[in-house]
């Protein structure tokens, strides 16, 4: 057995930002990424969010890929909740997703940060890199002293 400790943070919105997760599905939409995600192989930590995006605290073993496991997360609760749940409107996830690595450390502060969403948008207490993700922002950040040797 490998020893490996992979944790993330996972951001994704409703399709144009819509918000489609209302009051009436949103514990069964939630219940079913964490059922759903434990049974795609992730350890389930939090799922949290607001009318608009979720947030999703999960760790992975390296033998799955986050963007298939986050890829197949979307589509089957997008499938959930337009075909099982038989939501009216046209539930759609937007493309992409942010996703964000910690260590053990962060654990606690992550999950009540994914848990604690309604709150911290009432009170304006976001993480801005956390909630400004859009499609233009599709790619990785590059971190780099100028000083520093190349690589």
Not at 104 to 111: L, P
Not at 127 to 132: I, P, Q
Request: aromatic share 12%.
């Amino acid at each position: 057995m490998a020893y490996w400790r992979l944790h993330y943070h996972a951001v994704w919105t409703c399709k144009n930002r819509q918000p489609l997760i209302t009051t009436e599905i949103e514990a069964s939409l939630h219940k079913y990424l964490r059922n759903k995600g434990a049974e795609f192989g992730g350890i389930m930590h939090a799922v949290g969010g607001i009318e608009n995006h979720v947030h999703i605290v999960f760790s992975l073993p390296p033998k799955i890929s986050i963007a298939d496991f986050i890829g197949k997360l979307k589509g089957a609760s997008s499938h959930f909740v337009t075909h099982i749940l038989q939501n009216q409107s046209e539930f759609d996830w937007q493309r992409g997703y942010g996703v964000f690595s910690f260590n053990d450390g962060a654990m606690t502060k992550i999950i009540a940060y994914a848990l604690n969403q309604k709150e911290h948008h009432h009170k304006n207490t976001i993480r801005a890199s956390f909630e400004k993700w859009s499609e233009e922002d599709d790619g990785v950040c590059v971190y780099r002293d100028e000083n520093s040797a190349p690589w």
